[in-house]
């Protein structure tokens, strides 16, 4: 069990990282109109972005002498990092495709994981300055203009009196069901899943978007199910999962499942994301 302190410690760090890294990003989003992409073993895209927002969150969650495993880091071998209790789990820019694209749909995630369960997630939307947090005892927050609001540091005193509470949202069936999906993976078989749903819950708004960002509209109540039907890898989703939780949102993998991290191979099967008030 980690006591109250030692997580306002490391929420703290976690949220001062993304943000600052955020910071930097768009400093090399906005200076740019095209940018050095590489094709990594895994066919994913990294950018000097990517790098320098890595160097700076390790930097601050450095000092918090909790091991971290992070995109662009090193590859931890799973014999090494299997037996972890508590680690941070980072990916220093989640929709780097979205990034190269100049759509603005990228985001900073770092979870916090305990046990192979995040117990708390920060994402910061750079290109809106918006801070996602969650809290174990204390539920979801979003913080906006954070970087002007952060001044020198964000401090436990500060961070709560700064950010907007995130309630538990319920679909109630009064209104079109909101299905957020992914802009840059839409598939057939996608496409198959919400048409199953039109036919179950009825009409549909279907709302496309990239990275992570798509766990902060659960998190708002801007959608009430995100479903994504190919696989990604741990760091994509744990810090959304978290936020998700806080709201009292369901995350599972299709059919049935809790998501299971820090796996041999780091890959996550397709999961589902859903609000309260539905029945899947």
């Known amino acids: 069990m980690i006591s109250r302190e030692l997580v306002d410690y490391l929420l703290i760090n976690a949220c001062n990282a993304a943000v600052v890294a955020g910071v930097d990003i768009m400093k090399i989003y906005n200076e740019h109109t095209e940018f050095d992409v590489n094709i990594k073993s895994d066919n994913t895209l990294v950018t000097e972005a990517d790098r320098v927002s890595h160097e700076k969150i390790k930097k601050y969650l450095s000092q918090t002498r909790v091991p971290m495993l992070s995109e662009e880091g090193r590859n931890m071998l799973f014999e090494e990092r299997y037996r972890w209790d508590l680690y941070w789990l980072v990916d220093p820019i989640d929709g780097t495709r979205e990034f190269v694209n100049k759509n603005d749909e990228f985001v900073v995630c770092i979870a916090l994981m305990t046990d192979n369960k995040p117990l708390f997630g920060v994402i910061y939307v750079p290109s809106e300055d918006k801070l996602y947090f969650s809290d174990p005892d204390r539920g979801a927050f979003l913080i906006e203009q954070a970087s002007d609001k952060r001044g020198e540091a964000f401090h436990i005193n500060t961070l709560y009196s700064l950010s907007v509470h995130?309630?538990?949202?319920i679909w109630d069936g009064k209104r079109p069901l909101r299905v957020v999906v992914t802009r840059s993976h839409m598939t057939q078989e996608t496409e198959d899943f919400i048409e199953e749903l039109r036919k179950k819950f009825g009409p549909i708004e279907e709302i496309h978007c990239g990275s992570s960002k798509k766990f902060c509209y659960i998190a708002e109540g801007k959608a009430d199910i995100y479903v994504?039907?190919?696989?990604?890898?741990?760091?994509?989703?744990?810090?959304?999962?978290?936020?998700?939780?806080?709201?009292?949102?369901?995350?599972r993998h299709i059919g049935a499942g809790d998501i299971a991290y820090n796996k041999r191979t780091l890959v996550i099967e397709p999961f589902i994301a859903y609000v309260k008030g539905i029945e899947l």
Not at 166 to 169: E, Y
Not at 232 to 237: H, Q, R, S
């Open 166 to 169: 995130l309630k538990p949202h």
């Open 228 to 251: 994504r039907l190919t696989s990604v890898f741990d760091w994509d989703i744990a810090a959304g999962h978290a936020i998700a939780n806080a709201v009292d949102a369901t995350v």
